[in-house]
């Protein structure tokens, strides 16, 4: 298994989540950790973004689309 030479706290930060976040992910998905700065696996870093992800959803997709408002 190669390395995604992402760690924790890198994840958090591109993503402008908290860093236990990215620890509570690691634990639903059974990912072994030590701190923030432990280098992930590629496909944990790739399980991890797409969870993340998956929250998250598309740019722009957590407003509502119209406002239902009557004019």
């Known amino acids: ?3 995604a ?3 924790i706290a890198e994840i958090a930060t591109d993503y402008s989540i908290p860093v236990e976040k990215v620890f509570s992910l690691c634990n639903q ?3 072994a950790y030590k ?3 432990t ?3 590629l496909e944990d ?3 991890i973004i797409s969870q993340i992800s998956s929250e998250i959803g598309p740019k722009g997709a957590s407003s509502p ?3 239902n408002e009557v004019t």
Do not use: E, N, T
């Open 1 to 3: 298994m190669g390395f």
């Open 5 to 7: 030479d992402l760690s």
């Open 29 to 31: 998905l059974g990912i």
């Open 35 to 37: 701190h923030q700065k």
């Open 39 to 41: 280098r992930l696996a």
């Open 45 to 47: 870093a790739k399980a």
């Open 65 to 67: 689309v119209g406002d």
